[in-house]
Nanobody
Framework: QVQLVESGGGAVQAGGSLRLSCKASGGTFSRAAMGWFRQAPGKERDFVAAIGLIGTNTFYADPVKGRFTISRDNAKNTVYLRIDKMKSEDTAVYYC?????????????????WGQGTQVTVSS
């Protein structure tokens, strides 16, 4: 059973930066395509970014292109999401997810395992 644990969330002022981490255990991390999603209060869980098995292929939702950077370190079983130039609309719970079937998936149903989420709050 794969377990994912996110960290790095918190309260940030608009314009600031944050790096989220997601550490995986219980599975073969290097065989999992990884993704980040976010869910704001009262809204659906939306795709943010995804990365392939060795990190060379990355995928981003249009609203975050140029500000978000996804990366992974297979030696540390960890995927990262760096958020720059933060905006109030980035406020959400951020979830990482693992897929052993789909690379670059943009839908919740394409992922097999999920973390518990980490809260990011951006104040103006």
């Amino acid at each position: 059973q794969v377990q994912l644990v996110e960290s790095g969330g918190g309260a940030v002022q608009a314009g600031g930066s944050l790096r989220l981490s997601c550490k995986a255990s219980g599975g073969t991390f290097s065989r999992a395509a990884m993704g980040w999603f976010r869910q704001a209060p009262g809204k659906e869980r939306d795709f943010v970014a995804a990365i392939g098995l060795i990190g060379t292929n990355t995928f981003y939702a249009d609203p975050v292109k140029g500000r978000f950077t996804i990366s992974r370190d297979n030696a540390k079983n960890t995927v990262y999401l760096r958020i720059d130039k933060m905006k109030s609309e980035d406020t959400a719970v951020y979830y990482c997810a693992a897929s052993y079937a789909v690379v670059g998936g943009r839908n919740v149903f394409e992922y097999d395992y999920w973390g518990q989420g980490t809260q990011v709050t951006v104040s103006s």
